[in-house]
């Protein structure tokens, strides 16, 4: 197949690095990194002109176009890809709106009796305030667009509640504003073709910027995957209680969700419960849940594309199990330290069960591995047990160095040790 993968993240390495392993395919990417580079011919197109990106597609006679960010699904790529006639992973503008607006994702929530935390929109910090006042601390505030992964604090202050509520407003966002949900948090990425649905394997990310789940939210600094720890009927009950229903209630609208359906879940103590959605693979969950997919990815992704998902090979997992621990710049979440050069990842990728997929990379003018963004390696590491694995991904992430950057040392810690 000609394989056309759209975005430049880990996310889209992990993809672009599993499509690899099958071998036979012809692999590109827009725009990429160097290291999906070395396994992908990359393009410059632009992302978000779903024009642009179609006719590459043509122009490449891709078989399957695979859109990795959430930018794009918002703008609509999907629709141009599929009005082209290119087959496409990824929902259209319509079906993205799960993702785009929190607020329309409550209210397919309701109409398909969805499980999830009680919840107000509100757009004026009068509204804002009455609705903290209803739900108590901790306070749950949700930009109710999209916001990088960034755009939710979770607080007991008040004061700080507010102040996140005002800066959605001043950028012209209203907020969704929620009660807290107790409880472990799991990722689980359902496929689907708009009628028949496929879950993954669950994984666990983890948001906060520093250990124990202290400082700011961030877009993820590692997951890890499978979860010893969950129910055994887990992704049973997403499927009969999250997934379909909501498939079911798209399709009942005339906008079918066709593509990747991540659902944030948590298992709190009144049963399990969806935190958010979003519309397309997870960053850094992808990195782990792909490490442990046998099935060929292509054959999946087409099924899905071509409304042929009922009829697409069984998924099987590695009994294998993966880490990922994010290496970010300094200063991330804010605003990163750029430029400095990476050096020793093809050291870590020469400790066995160990691979770094790459982020926020560039090459300098004498080819030298640069950083040129927040989060930017990510580093994976499988082993036949938890431990091992996790193991193995922190003596990569030792092997490798970036002046002021920063990981998460508790990556899987506490699963391991259970």
């Not at 509640?161 to 012209?172: E, I, N, P, T, V």
């Amino acid at each position: 197949m000609k394989i056309l993968v759209l975005g430049s993240g880990a996310r889209e390495h992990a993809i672009v690095h599993r499509l690899a392993r099958e071998g036979g395919h012809q692999l590109y990417a827009a725009p990429g990194n160097p290291g999906i580079g070395a396994l992908a011919e990359l393009l410059q197109v632009d992302l978000t002109s779903g024009p642009a990106v179609a006719l590459a597609a043509r122009r490449l006679k891709a078989d399957l176009v695979v859109i990795g960010p959430e930018a794009p699904l918002i703008d609509g790529v999907a629709d141009a890809l599929r009005a082209a006639k290119v087959a496409c992973f990824g929902p259209s503008a319509a079906a993205a709106r799960l993702e785009g607006s929190k607020a329309f994702a409550k209210e397919i929530m309701r109409a398909a009796g969805v499980p999830t935390a009680e919840a107000v929109s509100a757009s004026t910090p009068a509204a804002a305030a009455a609705a903290l006042d209803r739900f108590g601390a901790p306070y749950v505030v949700k930009n109710d667009g999209l916001a990088a992964g960034k755009g939710v604090v979770v607080t007991d202050s008040r004061e700080a509640a507010l102040d996140h509520a005002q800066a959605c407003f001043d950028a012209g966002s209203p907020v969704v504003v929620e009660e807290y949900l107790d409880g472990p948090e799991i990722s689980l990425f359902c496929v689907t073709d708009g009628q028949t649905v496929a879950p993954l394997a669950p994984a666990q990310d983890f948001k906060r910027a520093l250990d124990d789940d202290q400082g700011p939210n961030t877009g993820g600094m590692g997951a890890y995957s499978p979860l010893p720890w969950a129910p055994p009927d887990l992704t049973g009950q997403v499927l009969d209680k999250v997934a379909r229903p909501v498939v079911a209630e798209m399709a009942a609208r005339g906008v079918p969700f066709q593509g990747l359906l991540y659902c944030g879940l948590a298992l709190t103590a009144k049963g399990l419960k969806v935190v958010e959605f979003n519309a397309r693979f997870g960053d850094p969950e992808t990195q782990v849940v792909l490490a442990r997919l046998e099935t060929p990815l292509s054959g999946l992704l087409l099924a899905a594309a071509t409304g042929d998902l009922a009829r697409a090979r069984p998924l099987v997992w590695s009994e294998e199990s993966a880490v990922t621990v994010v290496v970010a710049a300094e200063n991330y979440p804010g605003t990163p330290v750029t430029g400095g050069v990476i050096t020793g990842v093809d050291q870590a990728e020469a400790i066995p069960g160990v691979y770094v997929l790459q982020a926020g990379t560039a090459l300098s003018d004498a080819a030298e591995l640069v950083s040129a963004g927040g989060r930017v390696l990510s580093v994976v590491g499988l082993g036949p047990t938890l431990t091992a694995a996790r193991d193995r991904a922190y003596a990569g992430v030792r092997a490798i160095h970036l002046d002021g950057s920063h990981h998460r040392a508790d990556i899987a810690l506490r699963a391991s040790l259970s």
